[in-house]
């Protein structure tokens, strides 16, 4: 049996055939410990950004109100630090009215990919209900990528677990 490790820090210290060799419960121990340390980190990182907003920002903001600007990044000095303070920039556009002025642009002779970049979408739950013809005319531009894998697991309960792809072999050689 492989050790416990006593910190999450010691978890870099497993080889890959070590954790690969590992049974399952122990393995998803130390991910739910990973997971639980992930998200209190995350809190930590967000309660001590919201301490130093309150430490920083009216002066943050002041120098930006100086510099005539309400988004951006202001640096500072402050007991031998500098300190960057950053309030970025998140337009949004409404779509209709976007496609409102690119037909507006079409309509004064103006190619609308000179001044905006044009992406069309489709959902795939909306592809999949389809009806064939509308769905071939499609198909050509349509590209499958596989995203990254991830893994998890679930402990079964009184024999029941939730549904896969592949629930049909479960069991079986594959």
Do not use: C
Request: no cysteine; charged share 30%; aromatic share 8%.
């Amino acid at each position: 049996m492989i050790p416990e490790p006593d910190t999450l820090e010691e978890v870099g210290n497993f080889m890959m055939a070590e954790l690969e060799a590992m049974p399952l419960a122990e393995l998803n121990e130390l991910i739910q410990r990973v997971s639980s340390a992930e998200e209190s980190a995350r809190q930590y990182k967000q309660f001590l950004q919201a301490v130093m907003h309150h430490r920083f920002g009216s002066r943050a903001n002041q120098l930006r109100q100086d510099a005539g600007k309400t988004t951006g990044t202001v640096r500072f000095e402050d007991e031998g630090f500098v300190v960057i303070a950053d309030l970025p920039k998140r337009p949004e556009y409404d779509q209709r009215k976007l496609k409102d002025a690119v037909e507006a642009l079409r309509k004064w002779g103006e190619n609308p990919e000179d001044y905006v970049g044009i992406e069309v979408k489709v959902s795939e739950t909306k592809f999949g209900a389809w009806p064939p013809a509308v769905r071939e005319l499609f198909e050509p531009a349509r590209t499958i990528k596989a995203g990254k894998p991830t893994y998890k697991l679930e402990r079964i309960v009184d024999g029941e677990s939730s549904e896969a792809a592949n629930d049909s072999q479960l069991g079986e050689a594959v």
